[in-house]
């Protein structure tokens, strides 16, 4: 007797594709929680480079207008640098190397300004925070506007 018969066959067959459909489900939430660890990584980075600006703007490094906030004007902001008041040869302060995108969205960040709040952020003359246009939820249960 040599070979398989079509019910071993059959039965082998049955047995890959059970496997296959519970290793979908597993692959899709292991691609998610990718995602959400960059997304989190992201969020921290651009968040710490925008409270680095703010402390330089208060310690004096950064030249800040009278009526401004202290928060950099814009992300590109961060990565162009700012002169250095305290340096006698004007060098540059750098913030971020590159403002990285939207890990979950694809997107640019939303932009929320000093002046509105948390709950409906809009973008304005600074930026205060941060937060992803991704309309999902995270595994958590969390939107991730919210994050």
């Known amino acids: 007797m040599k ?12 047995i890959v594709a059970l496997l296959a459909t519970v290793a979908m489900p597993l692959a899709e939430v292991t691609v998610q929680r990718a995602k959400e660890t960059d997304l989190r990584r992201s969020l921290r980075e651009v968040r710490e480079a ?13 030249e800040k ?12 902001a961060l990565v162009d640098g ?12 750098y913030f971020l190397r590159r403002v990285p995108l939207d890990p979950v969205s694809g997107q640019e960040w ?17 930026v205060f925070d941060i937060y992803s246009r991704s309309p999902g939820t995270g595994l958590n249960g969390i939107p991730y506007r919210e994050w």
């Not at 070979?3 to 049955?14: D, K, Q, R, Y």
């Not at 409270?51 to 330089?56: F, L, N």
């Not at 700012?82 to 302060?93: C, F, I, T, Y």
């Open 82 to 93: 700012a002169p250095d008041k305290r340096d006698p040869k004007g060098a540059r302060l």
């Open 110 to 126: 939303g932009l929320r300004s000093y002046q509105s709040s948390a709950d409906s952020p809009q973008p304005g003359k600074d």
């Open 3 to 14: 070979g398989f018969t079509l019910i071993e066959l059959m039965i082998t067959v049955a």
């Open 50 to 62: 925008i409270d680095a600006y703010k402390h330089a703007v208060d310690d004096g490094a950064i």
């Open 65 to 76: 207008a009278a009526n401004a906030s202290g928060y950099p004007p814009s992300l590109a």
